[in-house]
């Protein structure tokens, strides 16, 4: 796979969405949960249950912007032994059709070594998203990541400032993942009052798709993201779900693809 081809998989992703007038389903799980076998079934599931995008997350052992759940299912997967070459076999032998962005924290991916981005495109990854690499805060790290073979998704927290939201969707591709709110990761009775406003606030500086996660857990909440935003990303409801059967998963995510595409 060129990087070219590898890199624009998932801009052109949202592409095809938005001409067919559809809002993206943007799954998260972490990679080896509930065990490496099952997680190359959840990964397959998935893909058929209607994700338009699935977020895989690199576990690692220090999750800070993670809530209890993701937390656990990440200590579930090292306690398998996964590692970041596990991850990439993962993606691989999966093989699923919509694109991959690896959702990791920044040591996993320096620990991998200088052709740790290649080689996660070489296996079919077509994103990456870093939890702990804030705009400005490593230029060189940054560089590794923009200029790699992977799309660079940032990461846009709701208090953030027009200007500073500008910047840092500059610094991006693929599409930006607007958080919610602030905090952990992990599931909420409701959405924040004032999420249409910061939608629109983002919108104002940047073409890039806004895809919006933490906190949405079921398919009314699903319904409402979708009105304002790209896309839908979930997280802890469908790792979750994975810790009861892949089944449990894909069934929830099925539930959530019927939702979004009634708006």
């Avoid at 592409?15 to 190359?40: I, M, N, Q």
């Avoid at 596990?86 to 093989?95: E, I, P, Q, S």
């Avoid at 290649?118 to 690499?133: E, F, Q, S």
């Avoid at 953030?160 to 591709?173: D, L, N, V």
Wanted: with cysteine; hydrophobic share 50%; proline share 7%.
């Amino acid at each position: 796979m060129s990087a070219t081809i590898s890199s624009e998989a998932v801009g052109a992703r949202f592409a095809a969405l938005r001409a067919a007038g559809r809002k993206a389903l943007v799954p998260y799980v972490t990679a080896g949960h509930p065990d490496p076998e099952r997680s190359v079934a959840l990964l397959q599931g998935l893909a058929d249950a209607g994700a338009d995008v699935i977020e895989v997350g690199v576990p690692f052992s220090d999750p800070l912007a993670d809530g209890p759940v993701i937390q656990a299912s990440s200590q579930a997967a090292l306690a398998h032994g996964v590692t970041f070459d596990t991850v990439l076999d993962l993606v691989h032998r999966a093989r699923v059709a919509p694109p991959v962005v690896l959702f990791s924290y920044l040591n996993p991916l320096l620990a991998a070594g200088p052709d740790a981005l290649a080689r996660a495109a070489d296996a079919g990854a077509h994103g990456v998203l870093v939890t702990d690499l804030p705009v400005g805060a490593d230029p060189e790290r940054e560089r590794w990541f923009g200029e790699g073979p992977l799309a660079f998704i940032r990461l846009v927290a709701p208090t953030t400032p027009a200007a500073r939201m500008r910047e840092i969707a500059t610094h991006g591709s693929g599409f930006v993942y607007l958080i919610s709110r602030l905090g952990v990761t992990g599931m909420r009775a409701d959405l924040p009052v004032e999420l249409p406003d910061t939608v629109q606030r983002l919108r104002g500086v940047t073409a890039l798709p806004i895809c919006v996660g933490f906190g949405v857990t079921g398919p009314e909440q699903a319904r409402a993201v979708a009105r304002l935003a790209d896309g839908v990303v979930v997280g802890s409801a469908i790792v979750r779900a994975a810790g009861e059967s892949v089944d449990a998963a894909v069934a929830l995510t099925r539930s959530l693809r019927a939702a979004i595409d009634t708006v």
